[in-house]
């Protein structure tokens, strides 16, 4: 059982539910992404999913494009980011998974990337400009490395689309909770619990849902329903904030208030 399959098993033996934390690799600079994973991993976070800036971030919202924007202006490389895993990987073994665009692993080369990736101890990648319908090159080289490739859900999936992810993807679902990009919004949607039961209907992974969920209330009500939760723009806006301690400090209390609010105990 890999990495990220024994976490998600765990957890659900807890009956506890997954905390996944995003942040762009490289901001500000990739020696502090490093850092801010063991962070990350210390104050509670489950799973981190490290952004893969790149140039026309559509799925993304201002937070996150800006970050990536920063990232990208510090020299950060899809190869660098590779080599900051490997060296976390001396002394975490939280599950990393890479999030992104597909043009970065086009040019790095799909098997070369997928090899890559495993060496360093990347988990999973999940690209959301690849649709499950145009995966079967990269899935060519993904599956027998032992990658997962996640896939993305969202309000509009049809059934074909569910199935087709249900049979294709691997280690989780991302459902995206809203329509439209990344970024802080005021509440969950009204018919989030009757999507996912949808889902859950045709697809036996765990389910995360993401997109939106900012505060530890919005993650508490979300975790209800799904197997977990993403949390991306309301931290990723922190390095925007604040520097330093005091970025280490919002960060601990964050993580740690969003664990807290979806665990059935203590985080």
């Known amino acids: 059982m ?6 998600l098993a765990t957890l659900h033996h807890k009956n506890d539910k997954a905390l996944v934390t995003f942040i762009t690799a490289g ?33 993304d919202g201002p937070t996150i494009q800006l970050a990536s924007e920063r990232a990208l202006a510090a020299g950060t490389t899809l190869a660098g980011i590779l080599a900051t895993v490997t060296t976390v990987r001396t002394a975490l073994d939280i ?45 060519r080289y993904a599956a027998p490395s032992g990658l997962n490739v996640i896939f993305l859900l969202t309000p509009t999936s049809d059934k074909s689309r569910i199935a087709l992810v249900g049979r294709l993807g691997r280690g989780f679902v991302y459902y995206v909770t ?8 005021q509440g969950t949607s009204a018919t989030l ?10 697809i036996h992974l765990p389910i995360m849902a993401g997109f939106g969920i900012s505060t530890p209330q919005q ?16 931290i990723v806006k922190l390095f925007e904030q604040h520097s330093g301690a005091r970025l280490k400090s919002e960060l601990r209390r964050l993580v740690g208030d969003l664990k807290h609010a979806i665990s059935p105990g203590p985080a």
């Not at 020696?31 to 893969?52: C, H, K, W």
């Not at 619990?193 to 949808?198: I, Q």
């Open 95 to 139: 599950p990393i998974i890479l999030m992104g665009y597909l043009n970065p692993i086009h040019a790095y080369g799909y098997e070369r990337f997928c090899r890559d990736a495993v060496l360093a101890g990347v988990d999973g990648v999940l690209l959301v400009d690849m649709p499950p319908e145009e995966s079967d090159e990269f899935l």
């Open 219 to 234: 993650a508490a009500e979300v975790a209800v329903m799904a197997d977990g939760v993403v949390v991306g723009s309301a």
């Open 27 to 59: 901001d500000p600079d990739l020696g502090a992404t490093g850092e801010m994973i063991r962070l990350l991993a210390d104050a509670g976070a489950d799973i981190i999913e490290l952004g893969v800036p790149f140039s026309d971030p559509m799925a």
């Open 2 to 7: 890999d990495r990220l399959a024994q976490r």
């Open 178 to 185: 809203v329509t439209g990009v990344t970024g802080v919004r």
């Open 193 to 202: 619990a009757a999507e996912l039961a949808k889902v859950r209907r045709k």
